[in-house]
């Protein structure tokens, strides 16, 4: 990540799963990034301080969803 404003958490062309694992910290219900999703790369300004709506931007603006398997996990993947 770039130099970040407190709160904030800035990436610029960096591998989806980086943001996913700050994301991770901060989640009640952390994230399983997909395999095929691996080489996707990113970039945005999420912030910490509400980290449900930083997903939901993210998965949004890269067209992915965020889907809860049978075991309960939450999956982040390509939308059909």
Known sequence: P???PKGHLPFQQNPLVDPISHLNRYLLEPIIVSSGLNSRTVSGV??????????????ASEGLSIDKASDGQRHLSEQL
Do not use: G, H
């Open 2 to 4: 770039v130099a970040r």
């Open 46 to 59: 999420y912030q910490l301080t509400e980290p449900e709506q930083a997903l939901a931007l993210l998965a």
